[in-house]
């Protein structure tokens, strides 16, 4: 179970790196497609038609930053899962994951400096970091006033 546990980190962690790997142009057609995708659907339900020029302006930030704020959560969940596999107290296993979470997210943002059209943003990492916090968390809400 260790293992497969410790497979499923690195995946995500590929996919996260996979993610930031694609120069900002793909990137934004990405988000932007799924955006639109919605609206869509939106449209469909509402009967209604939007200008997909307002949409992608007003929502393609708040729509990234809660993807970089979900997939750490996610990073989050599978580390501190990981990390229960081990002989740790729950203060060392949320520490360490919480560790191993922003260095990850430190590294991901310096990588995009060297992606075509991509920045290191200091707000992503206060992001990330946050999403990693609530899924660690989340795996520990029952145990979390027991914290030693």
């Known amino acids: 179970m260790k ?3 410790i497979a499923i980190v690195i995946l995500w962690m590929l996919l996260i790196f ?11 057609k990405l988000s932007d497609g799924l955006i639109l995708k919605t609206v869509r659907i939106i449209e469909k339900i509402t ?12 929502f393609v930030k708040p729509i990234r930053k809660l993807a970089h704020f979900t997939i750490y ?10 990390l229960k596999e081990y002989n740790l107290t729950l203060s060392k296993q949320i520490i360490i994951s919480i560790l191993i979470c922003i260095l990850y997210a430190i590294s991901d943002e310096i990588h995009q400096l060297f992606i075509d059209g991509r920045s290191c943003e200091l707000l992503d990492v ?3 970091l946050s999403g990693s916090f609530i899924g660690i968390n989340l795996m520990n809400i029952n145990k ?5």
Request: aromatic share 12%; no cysteine.
């Open 3 to 5: 293992t497969l546990k």
């Open 18 to 28: 996979l993610f930031s790997n694609q120069p900002a142009s793909d990137s934004s």
């Open 47 to 58: 009967n209604k038609n939007y200008n997909d020029k307002e949409i992608l302006n007003k």
């Open 73 to 82: 959560l996610v990073l989050g969940i599978f580390v501190i899962l990981l």
């Open 126 to 128: 206060f992001i990330d």
């Open 144 to 148: 979390i006033h027991n914290f030693k």
